[in-house]
């Protein structure tokens, strides 16, 4: 069984301890290295290649926004999700815009972590739903502020039913929860984000929901 590679950033090296101790108790998973600042980050993911690398927001030296930026542009294939203790709106959208593919808590259960790093892996992204929910409102926000935007067009545009999967999706839906709001098959779901993605120029959810605000599209 291949094992999905981590990184563990962190200021705080009772917390690492702690995380590494409970991350290796999975069988798929191996840590690879650990990093006490954002800069010390970046080196070791460019040494290591992480598959998924949970990132700290406010550490000495350099913080993580600042580090997700740098280290995915060094290693473009590896995933970063957040998990902090803080989730106020201007960090979470900074760390997504940055490239993250999901953004946890620290108050999260180890069962949640787990599967959250499993799914990062995939390319799926994972918000706290207090996250998803601030994200639709901003989005909401911004489509009352700007009412009479001329919308940018796409060179492959979305049909309706992308769009309406696109929607869900920004207002933190899963797969099986659109499937049923649109009385379809979570495989028919799946292609239709597939398309969705394409059509953006992203490779998550994550991005997508930011994209397609940009865009004006949600």
């Not at 101790?21 to 460019?46: C, H, M, W, Y």
């Not at 803080?86 to 180890?110: H, I, N, P, Q």
């Not at 918000?127 to 929910?133: I, M």
């Not at 839906?173 to 059509?199: D, P, Q």
């Amino acid at each position: 069984m291949k094992k999905l590679r981590l990184l563990l950033v962190d200021d705080q090296s009772l917390f690492r301890e702690a995380l590494r101790t409970l991350l290796s108790l999975q069988p798929d998973f191996e840590i690879v290295a650990e990093a006490e600042n954002g800069e010390r980050a970046v080196a070791l993911a460019k040494a290591h290649r992480p598959d998924v690398v949970l990132m700290d927001l406010r550490m000495p030296v350099m913080g993580g926004v600042e580090s997700t930026r740098r280290l995915l542009q060094a290693v473009p294939t590896a995933r970063v999700v957040v998990l902090t203790t803080f989730d106020e709106d201007e960090e979470v959208f900074e760390a997504l815009r940055a490239g993250a593919t999901g953004y946890l808590l620290k108050a999260c259960s180890a069962d949640k972590l787990c599967e959250s790093v499993r799914a990062a892996a995939k390319g799926t992204s994972v918000l706290e739903p207090s996250v998803a929910a601030r994200m639709m409102a901003e989005v909401n926000r911004a489509a009352s502020r700007d009412g009479r935007k001329v919308v940018p067009a796409l060179a492959d545009p979305l049909t309706d039913r992308e769009t309406a999967v696109l929607r869900l999706l920004a207002a933190g839906r899963s797969n099986k929860e659109i499937g049923g709001a649109l009385n379809i098959t979570e495989g028919t779901v799946k292609n239709h984000m597939t398309n969705v993605l394409g059509k953006l120029g992203v490779l998550d959810r994550t991005q997508a929901a930011l994209r397609a605000r940009e865009l004006g599209l949600i």
